[in-house]
């Protein structure tokens, strides 16, 4: 079996390594062009030209969550296409959130601030009850968030495709329900993957829907967020304020207002890395499950985007 690396912008060569180690009984090789035809790839955002000489592939690991780049590329139409399924990413996903969460809650900026002045002073602590969290997406990562977020005793909503049933989580589906999930939300999450559907999901409509003083952290994808209507609305005051991980442009472009904003905290897309062992453990798990024609988890609906 033949398997070939092809990433933009990553080392190649631990990845090569590490399949190698894993899978002894294959020939791994980093992708060079003319090479021989493969049977798996493992790739992040590899160029179009790799795709084209490569129109035999069984199996595309994707090593993200996210595959909304990779779908905008012409794949081999008999290829899977395959996410990473959680590897590490879900537990990294929920303590971002909920630290950006109790950053909030807790006010810790305003003490950072205030300590920073030499000010010793207390703010008047505020009842959990009236910081009720909403996830959109309840799929490998929200649903983790969402739980986690329970722990803490915040009222927990969860905005998915399909109904979900999770301990703790009030689950909303569809879009017949998702202006009442607004409306009960204050703390608004994204965890949804970048399709047609909800790209541009947060604007200015929707997130006046949120209860006043709302918050939002995007984890998700930077599409899902309309910039010019967030900053609207954290000026207005309707929102007071928003942690964001992911952006249109990454690296965000050094003139962007997101940087200079008071009330915008910012990540370089880091709320859940991908975890180089564990992802290799678990596409070596598949590309074996695979051989002996088993199912795996993790595989792609092209047409659904996600
Ligand atoms: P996932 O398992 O595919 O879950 C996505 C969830 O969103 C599913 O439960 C799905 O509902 C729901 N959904 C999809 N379209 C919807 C719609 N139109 N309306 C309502 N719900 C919808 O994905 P995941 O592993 O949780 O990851 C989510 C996203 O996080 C990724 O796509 C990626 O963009 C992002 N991400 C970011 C980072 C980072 O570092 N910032 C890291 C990893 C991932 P159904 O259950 O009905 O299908
Ligand atoms: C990261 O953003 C991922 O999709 O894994």
């Not at 992040?44 to 779908?71: H, M, S, Y």
């Not at 000026?235 to 997101?258: C, I, K, M, Y």
């Not at 290799?280 to 074996?288: C, F, M, N, P, R």
Request: charged share 20%; with cysteine; aromatic share 8%.
């Amino acid at each position: 079996m033949r398997i070939t690396v092809c990433f933009t912008g990553l080392k190649t060569e631990p990845w090569v390594q590490g399949l190698r180690a894993a899978l002894p009984q294959a020939s791994v090789e980093e992708w060079r062009t003319g090479a021989s035809q493969a049977d798996y790839a493992v790739v992040w955002a590899p160029p179009q030209q790799f795709l084209d000489e490569q129109p035999r592939l069984k199996g595309i690991f994707n090593i993200g969550a996210g595959v909304d780049a990779l779908l905008q590329r012409r794949l081999p139409p008999q290829a899977l296409v395959i996410r990473l399924d959680d590897a590490g990413m879900s537990m990294q996903m929920a303590e971002f959130v909920c630290h950006a969460l109790i950053r909030h809650f807790r006010e810790l900026d305003g003490y950072e601030a205030d300590v920073k002045q030499g000010k010793w002073s207390y703010r008047k602590p505020r009842p959990r009850s009236e910081m009720p969290v909403g996830i959109m997406g309840l799929g490998v990562l929200g649903e983790r968030v969402a739980r986690a977020v329970a722990q803490f005793d915040f009222p927990v909503l969860g905005w998915n495709r399909a109904s979900r049933t999770i301990p703790g989580v009030r689950c909303y589906a569809g879009q017949a329900a998702f202006s009442e999930f607004l409306a009960g939300t204050r703390v608004l999450v994204c965890l949804l993957p970048l399709t047609a559907e909800t790209e541009n999901i947060m604007n200015r409509e929707t997130l006046s829907r949120l209860l006043p003083g709302g918050y939002v952290i995007n984890v998700a994808r930077g599409a899902h967020l309309v910039d010019d209507d967030l900053i609207a609305l954290l000026d207005s005051g309707h929102l007071a304020g928003a942690a964001l991980d992911v952006f249109r442009t990454e690296p965000l472009p050094a003139q962007h207002p997101f940087w200079r904003h008071p009330k915008i905290t910012l990540t370089p897309h880091t709320s859940a890395r991908t975890l180089r062992d564990e992802s290799i453990a678990q596409i070596a798990g598949k590309v074996l499950a695979l051989a002996r024609g088993e199912p795996i988890a993790g595989v792609v609906d092209v047409k659904r985007g996600y």
